[in-house]
Every structure is written in structure tokens, then in C-alpha cells.
């Protein structure tokens, strides 16, 4: 079963902006000290792209990323790792960050914030 992301809260005070390498249409602004929704252009949700490895994260991830450069983050669903969602505080892919529990809830929104200027994820099941 596919993980729905239906908002990212960007609680780092820079705006930010979220991009879908699989789905451009999904692309959305995501101000700074806000949750937007991550309708794309059918107003509802997103899926989280699969990707079970490094060989496949070229062209099935999201990033969302400071406008000013200073952060980044990327989130994906290892299809081979029991549906876990990992992210990474680059753009690349690592599987050092898992979202606990993530293989269990397919609904979710993500909220990001800043630990000694790096970006951490934190989610919740919707």
C-alpha cells in the first residue's frame, strides 16, 4: 500500500519549497513557519515515491529545500524494506533516518525543524 503525504509543516523559519521528481505537478511553495497541504494539481494528496535503493533515488523521491540554500531534506518509501519512509538531511539517499513506526501507517504529514542548523523530520499519522 502506497504512504498518502497530505501536509509538511516547516518549522525552521525559512521558506522552503517542495519538489517531486516523479510528479512535477506536486511541486508547491512551503512558507516558513507554516503546515501547507501537499494537494498537487487534484487538491487532495501525494504519494511518497518508492524507492528501494540507491540505484532508483535519481528519479523517484521529494525534496523540500530552503529557499535560501541553507537546508534540504528528501523523503522516500523503501518498497522493499516493509514500505518504510526514510529521509535524509542532504539531497541523496542514506537509510541513516527512518521514521519509526512508518511501515504501520500509510497517511502522515511530516513536519521539519531545525536541530543546530540541520534539518530533522518528525511525522505524524493522519
Same mark, same amino acid.
Given at each position: 500500500?502506497?504512504?498518502?503525504?497530505?501536509?509538511?509543516?516547516?518549522? +525552521?523559519?525559512?521558506?522552503?519549497?517542495?519538489?517531486?521528481?516523479?510528479?512535477?505537478?506536486?511541486?508547491?511553495?512551503? #512558507?516558513?513557519?507554516?503546515?501547507?497541504?501537499?494537494?498537487?494539481?487534484?487538491?487532495?494528496?501525494?504519494?511518497?515515491?518508492?524507492?528501494?535503493?540507491?540505484?532508483?533515488? @535519481?528519479?523517484?523521491?521529494?525534496?523540500?529545500?530552503?529557499?535560501?540554500?541553507?537546508?534540504?531534506? &528528501?523523503?522516500?518509501?523503501?518498497?522493499?524494506?516493509? @514500505?518504510?519512509?526514510?529521509?535524509?538531511?542532504?539531497?541523496?539517499?542514506?537509510?541513516?533516518? &527512518?521514521? #519509526? @513506526?512508518?511501515?504501520?501507517? +500509510?497517511?502522515?504529514?511530516?513536519?521539519?525543524?531545525?536541530?543546530?542548523?540541520? #534539518?530533522?523530520?518528525?511525522?505524524? #499519522?493522519?
Amino acid at each position: 500500500m502506497a504512504h498518502v503525504l497530505y501536509a509538511v509543516g516547516n518549522a +525552521t523559519g525559512v521558506d522552503a519549497k517542495l519538489t517531486s521528481v516523479e510528479h512535477s505537478q506536486d511541486d508547491c511553495a512551503i #512558507p516558513a513557519w507554516t503546515v501547507a497541504h501537499t494537494g498537487g494539481t487534484d487538491n487532495n494528496w501525494i504519494f511518497l515515491p518508492d524507492c528501494s535503493n540507491s540505484d532508483y533515488w @535519481r528519479d523517484h523521491h521529494i525534496n523540500v529545500a530552503a529557499t535560501d540554500g541553507s537546508w534540504v531534506v &528528501s523523503f522516500w518509501v523503501d518498497d522493499d524494506d516493509g @514500505r518504510i519512509l526514510y529521509w535524509s538531511n542532504f539531497d541523496g539517499y542514506s537509510t541513516q533516518n &527512518s521514521v #519509526p @513506526r512508518s511501515k504501520d501507517v +500509510t497517511d502522515c504529514a511530516l513536519m521539519i525543524h531545525l536541530v543546530n542548523g540541520s #534539518p530533522v523530520v518528525t511525522w505524524a #499519522p493522519w
